[in-house]
């Protein structure tokens, strides 16, 4: 993302609206809906043994969304929300995060050599 950082020390602010699973035709819904308001759908994907083909998962599904504007966000958050219910949709869980660093290296070091 950014390097930039307001007084707070936030760097950018960052959604994230939790559904009950589904699957098919309905998670193209959802994904296509999401999308209308600036968020993105995630593809979470289960593989429990070494040779079993990933599989999409039963227990979570979340989009996700960000945004230099708290206010912005909030009101993407909640009017999605509002659109997802509607449609049908069961809403967990929404939150906002502020996020203060957000490193990412190609070579980022492991823990044992901090």
């Known amino acids: 993302m950014t390097t930039e950082v307001n007084e707070g020390g936030v760097r950018y602010f960052e959604s994230h609206i939790t559904i009950e699973p589904v699957f098919e035709d309905k998670y193209a819904e959802f994904k296509t809906v999401a999308m209308l308001h600036g968020f993105r759908s995630t593809e979470l994907l289960l593989q429990k043994r070494k040779n079993d083909t990933p599989t999409r998962s039963s227990m979570d ?50 823990e044992a050599s901090w």
Do not use: Q, Y
């Open 61 to 110: 599904m979340f989009c996700t969304a960000h945004s230099k504007n708290f206010h912005d966000l909030e009101h993407r958050m909640r009017t999605l929300s509002r659109v997802l219910h509607a449609s049908g949709f069961k809403v967990w869980r929404r939150k906002i995060e502020a996020v203060l660093v957000d490193e990412r290296e190609p070579n980022m070091p492991t």
